[in-house]
T-cell receptor, first 113, second 114 residues
C-alpha cells in the first residue's frame, strides 16, 4: 500500500545549524508530496509542496525536492531559528483521492539558542 | 484567512458516554476531514466528507460516526467512548474535490476518556 516514512525525532539543534529531516514514500504511482508544520498548541499548516518529479518546494527558508529515483522528499533548512521548533509532518496525496493525505509519524524539532 | 474552529480544546469523558466533537469552517469548503493524532503514529484519517450529507470512511472508522447536515459543519461522534479513543482529534477542510488544495486545520481537541 501507499505509505510515508520519516525519520524519528526528536531532532535537537543549535540555532543557525543545518537541518535535514528525511522522508520517503512508497506508492504505486506518482503522488504529490507535502510538508506540514505544527507549532505548539496549534493545528497543522502547509509548509511547502511539490507535485511532480524534480519539483522543489520552498517556503520560509525551508526546501524539499521531489526525488522520484529515491522516492524521497527530504526537508532542509540552511540555518534554523528557535522559532522553527515544531513538529514536521511529511505527507503524500494520490490522484483521485479527494485530498486524502497520508501522513508520516511526524518529527519533533527543538532548536536551542 | 480560512478559519477552522473546533468547539472544545480539552474534553474529559467517561467510558461509555456518547461524545460529540464539533468543527466549523468559514470558507465554504467542500471537503472536511477528521483525523486523530497519536505519538509515533502521525495523523490517521477517521472519516471525511466531500459534500453535505456525504461521508466516506477513512483508515480507522471503527467506533466513530460523522454527520454533515450543513456545508460548514462536520461533527465526529463517538457512540460509546472507550479509553483507546483518548487522543488528539484534528478537523480539517479544503476547497476542491479531486485536485489538491491545502488542508486547513483546526487547533485540535484533546479528548481523555477515563
Amino acid at each position: 500500500g501507499n505509505s510515508v516514512t520519516q525519520m524519528e525525532g526528536p531532532v535537537t539543534l543549535s540555532e543557525e545549524a543545518f537541518l535535514t529531516i528525511n522522508c520517503t514514500y512508497t506508492a504505486t504511482g506518482y503522488p504529490s508530496l507535502f510538508w506540514y508544520v505544527q507549532y505548539p498548541g496549534e493545528g497543522l499548516q502547509l509548509l511547502l509542496k511539490a507535485t511532480k518529479a524534480d519539483d522543489k518546494g520552498s517556503n520560509k527558508g525551508f526546501e524539499a525536492t521531489y526525488r522520484k529515483e529515491t522516492t524521497s522528499f527530504h526537508l532542509e533548512k540552511g540555518s534554523v531559528q528557535v522559532s522553527d521548533s515544531a513538529v514536521y509532518f511529511c505527507a503524500s496525496l494520490f490522484s483521485g483521492g479527494y485530498n486524502k493525505l497520508i501522513f508520516g509519524a511526524g518529527t519533533r524539532l527543538a532548536v536551542h539558542p | 484567512d480560512v478559519k477552522v474552529t473546533q468547539s472544545s480544546r480539552y474534553l474529559v469523558k467517561r467510558t461509555g458516554e456518547k461524545v460529540f466533537l464539533e468543527c466549523v469552517q468559514d470558507m465554504d469548503h467542500e471537503n472536511m476531514f477528521w483525523y486523530r493524532q497519536d505519538p509515533g503514529l502521525g495523523l490517521r484519517l477517521i472519516y471525511f466528507s466531500y459534500d453535505v450529507k456525504m461521508k466516506e470512511k477513512g483508515d480507522i472508522p471503527e467506533g466513530y460516526s460523522v454527520s454533515r447536515e450543513k456545508k460548514e459543519r462536520f461533527s465526529l461522534i463517538l457512540e460509546s467512548a472507550s479509553t483507546n479513543q483518548t487522543s488528539m482529534y484534528l478537523c480539517a477542510s479544503s476547497l476542491e474535490g479531486r485536485s489538491h488544495s491545502p488542508l486547513h486545520f483546526g487547533n485540535g481537541t484533546r479528548l481523555t476518556v477515563t
